[in-house]
């Protein structure tokens, strides 16, 4: 795994963010910074851990205007599974070269909504697994399995030959988000904010489609057509 995406250890922040940390078996966490009423709203179960409720230590490690809730906690990345741990899910989530952690981290909340089996993203020009990540997922990065790859051209076939319909989207194409609602297995393949699908990856799909939007607008925001495209799909 690349340095520049996973840290050994880092911050993140937020009552849910944290306390789904808290409740993965598979999540390290080094330490807890709490208020004492934030603390009574954390389940800590066998963590052998006891919050540090002196919360100006949260001004101190934690970006400038964290909205944080009075709790936060040093953990360390989460160990990623490989591609072929999720094969057996019927619908996935793959981002080709989306670079903001908080559109990647509404993604994964999106995806835990609409019981995605899994966010796969390209491992170069993409966003680390941060502590603003964390808070847009809102409890999701502990809940939906995040896998970083080298190759996406080859992934998309690994995907095909395992059933998956890789369906793209694209707002050029004439195709909707409806005519793929009929595969029992599928790849839902977004591209970066404003760019798009690269060409290549769009021409790996087996299907490109689009979201109906009202003309008055050109498109939408890559994680909220996330969230319309699973909606229709799950």
Known sequence: M????????????????VQAALSNPRRKIERVVASSNAVKQLAMGDRKLTPDTD?????????????????????QALPEPELEDVLDSTLLLILDQVT??????????????????AVIMTED??????G????????????VPLIRITNLSSVLDTLKANDFWCVGLDGK?????????GFKKKALV????????????AEKCDLLVKIPISPA???????????????ALA
């Open 2 to 17: 690349a340095d520049n995406h996973k840290s050994k250890s880092y911050w993140i922040y937020g009552q849910h963010a």
């Open 55 to 75: 919360i100006r230590q949260l001004d101190k490690v934690l970006p400038k205007d964290s909205v944080h809730q009075g709790v936060a906690a040093l953990v």
């Open 100 to 117: 903001d952690p908080h559109n990647v981290g509404a993604i994964l909340r999106s995806a835990a909504a609409f019981g995605a089996g």
């Open 125 to 130: 020009h993409a966003a680390p697994e941060n």
């Open 132 to 143: 603003a990540l964390a808070k847009a997922a809102s409890g999701a990065l502990d809940i």
């Open 173 to 181: 194409t004439d195709k909707f988000i409806a005519d793929a609602k």
């Open 190 to 201: 977004l591209g970066a904010e404003g760019k798009g699908l690269r060409r290549l990856t």
């Open 217 to 231: 607008m050109e498109s939408l925001n890559v994680s909220n057509a996330a969230a319309v495209a699973l909606y």
